[in-house]
């Protein structure tokens, strides 16, 4: 409805960007986040709009264009660790171990809380803190992705 309203909306094109990656379409979330980023490149949001792009690639495993994405993210906003720990993720599946460990030290110096000291105590936030990450194709490429890349950079299972 917003985007009958308004087909320019920013925010409502971001927002179905980030649902089709949660439900699936992982590809068609791009064209979304990007549009978003050419209306407003100088939006506060800008660093989600990298981020999700970055993980559209990641989950697809182009992990070469998601760690580009993902610098951008981290750079245009440094104090999300969420931004440092899918870089390490996506360092670790690229080989590049020592980028890796720096990144999730950073994602961990940066939380809030302990979800970086385990695959056990992160896998229950879930996207968002929802407990979820997505449907289940999705979640299993997370498994095969994120998680997968942060125990090559260094996170325990238990």
């Not at 960007?17 to 978003?36: H, L, N, P, R, T």
Request: aromatic residues 10%; negative net charge; contains cysteine.
């Amino acid at each position: 409805m917003v985007l009958a309203a308004d087909r320019n909306s920013i925010y409502a094109l971001a927002d179905i960007g980030v649902c089709k990656i949660y439900v699936g379409q992982i590809d068609d979330s791009i064209s979304f986040e990007e549009q978003a980023i050419r209306l407003s490149p100088r939006d506060q949001l800008i660093s989600l709009w990298y981020f999700r792009i970055g993980e559209a690639h990641l989950l697809n495993s182009r992990v070469d264009q998601a760690i580009l994405w993902f610098e951008e993210a981290r750079d245009a906003n440094p104090e999300l660790p969420q931004r440092h720990a899918f870089l390490a993720a996506a360092y670790a599946l690229q080989g590049e171990d020592d980028r890796a460990v720096g990144e999730l030290a950073e994602a961990r110096k940066l939380s809030r809380d302990d979800r970086f000291s385990s695959i056990a105590r992160l896998r229950p936030t879930g996207l968002f803190g929802s407990g979820s990450w997505g449907v289940p194709k999705v979640s299993a490429l997370f498994e095969a992705t994120y998680f997968a890349g942060l125990r090559k950079a260094g996170i325990p299972e238990e």
